[in-house]
Structure formats: structure tokens, C-alpha cells
């Protein structure tokens, strides 16, 4: 565990404050004391690391959130947000000597504008909600994390969560246009509107995807997409990875771009089955689902070209849904992978990583080399369409060593990813999980840059603190590498608060 994470800014004392004030403020229910019940929320969906928050606060409303803030500011107090704590890096960790403002409650759509093609909802808003809402109407929310049955939106906006759509529509910033903000000293601000770009500096793209270090957000609004014409997705089933990544290379350069393009190997195949009964093809070495949509005509040319270059790369079957049963039974074993490699392994990584696509199969292959050399099986589940890998490391955390053998091959994955010219997370964030690795990718120029950035918003170092980044650096905290004054504190760019 990184060791920022351990900081108590505050002390004691200052906690035992800022309990008394939200109490006071927001009365008993709403402020959780109790360890037992505080317990509940000691991780999010990464397991792997616990720890039981200082206090809790069920915030109804961009008030209350406001209130919390602006008490523990007021006490130098770390505070942490929450959603639906589905993230997978370690991002809504709470601090033992902090506040954890849990906005799970905050579920309203506030506003659907289908002519402006806009929506306005809280951040405890669950993601197919939106849609589900919306879809009487002829619109979606196309963002679609595998979880989007339970992840909220505020979630969504922090990691800029993408999904299997991704592909053709895009992470979440790109479906986000403003924002209504908590700053770390308790303010509330609204940044952007309904407007498709806002003059100025783009505050948007530093917030979606800052994981909580800039404050906290209490409500979205965001596009809305049109329902497509026709959608049709096919399963195709190849002997190998390196077929099936042939496959998704030549689909892309013939000028295709579906919806979605997802690949599964034969272990994270296995496991689906398992979990789900999805009925893949028998001897699948590795299924491609993809999915077209848009206009009838362009769906149905595009349609005959993916099947044409799955066969000609060595496809053996191809299934077409016939209606939306179908639809969902092959997006089932799809979506269910990260959860049903529990019936084939006590314990797993759930890893993310990007990588360029032509470079598929050979990094697949090092993928594999790696964990026989290793003695540690890997599940590939992954959008192929961008490269974008979710390898899952299966290991039995009751056999001595295989802890560390495991999160070895975890890291050589990212290792690959870099040497690759990629990134060590496309979709899940860096978090707590991954902040460790943040040097491999950045020099330490470039993470001063960045705290920089954190540092104009959070001077006090109280938002999330602990996440994203390896070490403290600036806001006054011990800097690492550097000696004397900052090169960018020196130019004027940065303050040394």
C-alpha cells in the first residue's frame, strides 16, 4: 500500500471535530461512527485492498456533500467519494483518518432534454438507468462499462469509465458536457452546461477522469445518443487468439468500424460457461463478438464485409443473433467474464492495460510466455477493437508465493503494454492499485506536471489523497527526485503552497 495513504493530516483530534459538525449539521443517520457498519465500505470492487473509513456520510444532495467538504477543510481532514464503489483500481479506498462521502443515495434524474439531446443526473445515478429512462424516446446513454447494470454515473465520470462501445462512441468524456463540482475547500461551482464545447480553459477534461483528486462531483449533464436504426451482432469462433486478432486488424483497416469488437481466449471462455452457460462454439481457441449498428443499408454492407474477414482469417463458425434474446445470451458470456473466472480460480487480477492493435498477437503471445514461465494461467477478455487488454491473472491466494507470482505477472503485463507503445490502464484508472507504476509511464517531470494541475485545485492535499500518483509532490508536501525550487514554481507556473 502506497505510503500516502497512510497520512493522517489532521490527526485525530481534527476527525473527532469534523464528526462532531456533521452531526450537528446533518443529524445521526446520515453520519455512520460505528465500525461494524463503517466496515461495509472498507474497498471498492479491488478487494485486495482494505481500509475502514474514519467516518462515513450518506450525502442526500449536493448540500450535504458541500457540508462534508467544507468540514473537513475546515480541519484538514482527508475525504474520499463513493458511488456505487464498483471500480476495480482502488480509486474510492477510503483513508482510516478520513471521511468517506458516500453519494449512492443521490440517484434523481434531474432533467431528460431529448430535443437538446441532454440529460442532468445525480452521480449516484446507475448507468443503465439512464438509458433505461431514455429509451421511450428513441435515446441511450452509449458509455457502457461491463457493470453498467450496477455503476453509477459519478463513478463513470472519475474514471472515464469506457465499456465495450467504446470503439465507435467513445469513453465517458466524451459524452460529458458540464458538471456541477464540490472544490476541495467546499465550494460549489458548476463547470460547463448543456452547450457541445464551452469557451475557456477545458476544466471538463481535467475533471473527467481525475478519479476524485480535484473534488467531488454532484451532478452530470451528459449527451444523449440516438437509438440506432438496426443493430446486428455476430459471434465468430477461430482456433487461435493470433486468428481471431488477424480478424479484428482486418475489419478495422477495410474502413469498418462496428460498435463493439470483444475477444475471449479459451480459459475466460471456459469460465463463462461455467458461470453462465453462454453456449460459445465447442473448440474455440478465442470468439470475436462483434457488433454493428447505424442505418439499414450501411449495417447489412458492413455486416457481409465482417463476415467475409472473420472466415477468411480462419473463422470455423459464425453466429448471427436472430432478435434480442440472442443479442443478450452472446453478450452475456461477454459481459459476465471479470465475475465467472470465480468458478475457475479462488482468486484473481483483474489487469488493464492498453497496447496498439496491430500489436495483438504478438503481445498476447509474450502474455502467455509470461505466465508459463511464471507457473500463473491468464484469462484474456478484452476490447479488441482498440486495444484495450483485460487480462485476468488467476492465482490461490492459500498457496505460499502464489500472491507474489501473480501480481509479478500483473506487472510484466504492464511492462508489455509500455514497451508496446500503450498505457498501464485504458479504462479502470491508476487509483491506489496502480499509482506504483505511474514512473514506468511518466517521467518525474511529467507527474509534476500533473500534481501541478492537482495542486491548483487541492492545495491542501485532502481529495483522494493517496491515489493516482506514487509518491507526494508539491502543495507543500517532501518532493522525491528534485532538489531545491521546483523548475515549474521557478517559472511561475506552479506555487509551492
Not at 473509513?53 to 467519494?81: I, M, N, S, Y
Not at 479506498?93 to 478520513?98: C, T, Y
Not at 482468486?347 to 488493464?352: A, E, G, L, N
Amino acid at each position: 500500500m502506497p505510503a500516502s495513504m497512510s497520512m493522517t493530516p489532521g490527526g485525530p483530534a481534527a476527525l473527532d471535530a469534523v464528526i462532531a459538525e456533521l452531526v450537528a449539521e446533518l443529524g445521526g443517520e446520515q453520519v455512520i461512527t460505528d465500525r461494524q457498519r463503517r466496515r461495509t465500505y472498507e474497498c471498492d470492487g479491488l478487494a485486495a485492498y482494505r481500509v475502514v473509513p474514519g467516518v462515513v456520510v450518506l450525502a442526500q444532495d449536493a448540500g450535504d456533500v458541500a457540508t462534508a467538504v467544507r468540514a473537513c477543510a475546515r480541519h484538514g481532514v482527508p475525504f474520499v467519494a463513493r458511488g456505487s464503489g464498483t471500480g476495480l483500481s482502488g480509486g474510492a479506498l477510503p483513508h482510516a483518518a478520513g471521511a468517506l462521502v458516500v453519494m449512492s443515495q443521490m440517484r434523481a434524474i434531474r432533467e431528460v432534454d431529448v430535443e437538446g439531446q441532454r440529460a442532468v443526473v445525480d452521480p449516484g445515478v446507475i448507468n443503465l438507468q439512464l438509458t433505461a429512462a431514455t429509451s421511450p424516446d428513441g435515446y441511450y446513454f452509449a458509455p457502457d462499462p461491463s457493470s453498467q447494470s450496477v455503476c453509477s454515473i459519478g463513478g463513470n465520470v472519475a474514471e472515464n469509465s469506457g465499456g465495450a462501445h467504446c470503439l465507435k462512441y467513445g469513453f465517458t468524456t466524451n459524452h460529458v458536457t458540464g458538471l456541477d463540482l464540490v472544490t476541495p475547500g467546499g465550494e460549489q461551482v458548476e463547470i460547463g452546461g448543456k452547450a457541445p464545447d464551452a469557451p475557456g480553459y477545458d476544466l471538463l477534461g481535467a475533471l473527467v477522469g481525475s478519479e476524485g483528486t480535484l473534488g467531488i462531483v454532484t451532478a452530470a449533464t451528459v449527451r444523449l445518443t440516438r437509438l440506432p436504426q438496426e443493430v446486428r451482432t455476430l459471434l465468430a469462433a477461430f482456433r487461435s487468439m493470433d486468428d481471431a486478432g488477424a480478424a479484428t486488424s482486418a475489419i478495422i483497416a477495410a474502413g469498418v468500424i462496428p460498435a463493439a469488437i470483444e475477444m475471449m481466449d479459451a480459459l475466460a471462455i471456459e469460465a463463462a460457461e461455467a458461470a453462465v452457460h453462454c453456449n460459445y462454439p465447442a473448440g474455440a481457441g478465442a470468439v470475436l463478438v462483434v457488433e454493428l449498428d447505424g442505418p439499414s443499408p450501411d449495417v447489412a454492407g458492413e455486416f457481409d464485409d465482417v463476415v467475409r474477414l472473420c472466415e477468411a482469417a480462419g473463422s470455423f463458425e459464425v453466429r448471427v443473433a436472430a432478435d434480442d434474446d440472442e443479442r443478450a445470451l452472446i453478450w452475456k458470456g461477454r459481459k459476465s467474464a471479470f465475475a465467472a473466472v470465480g468458478r475457475i480460480s479462488p482468486d484473481y487480477i483483474v489487469q488493464d492495460g492498453v497496447i496498439p492493435r496491430t500489436a495483438l498477437p504478438l503481445v498476447l503471445r509474450q502474455i502467455a510466455e509470461l505466465g508459463e514461465s511464471a507457473g500463473v494461467r491468464v484469462a484474456n477478455v478484452f476490447h479488441a477493437g482498440d486495444g484495450n487488454l483485460h487480462p485476468l491473472v488467476l492465482f490461490d491466494g492459500s498457496v505460499e508465493g502464489a500472491v507474489d507470482r501473480a501480481e509479478a505477472v500483473a506487472g510484466g503485463i504492464l511492462d508489455l503494454c509500455l514497451e508496446h507503445g500503450g498505457s498501464i490502464t485504458g479504462e479502470h484508472g491508476v487509483g491506489a492499485d496502480k499509482a506504483k507504476h505511474m514512473p514506468r509511464m511518466f517521467t518525474a517531470d511529467d507527474l509534476d506536471t500533473m500534481q501541478a494541475v492537482r495542486c491548483a485545485f487541492d492545495p491542501d492535499g485532502i481529495s483522494n489523497p493517496g491515489k493516482v500518483f506514487p509518491t507526494p509532490r508539491l502543495c507543500g508536501e517532501r518532493p522525491g527526485r528534485h532538489q531545491g525550487a521546483h523548475p515549474l514554481a521557478e517559472s511561475g507556473v506552479a506555487e509551492v503552497f
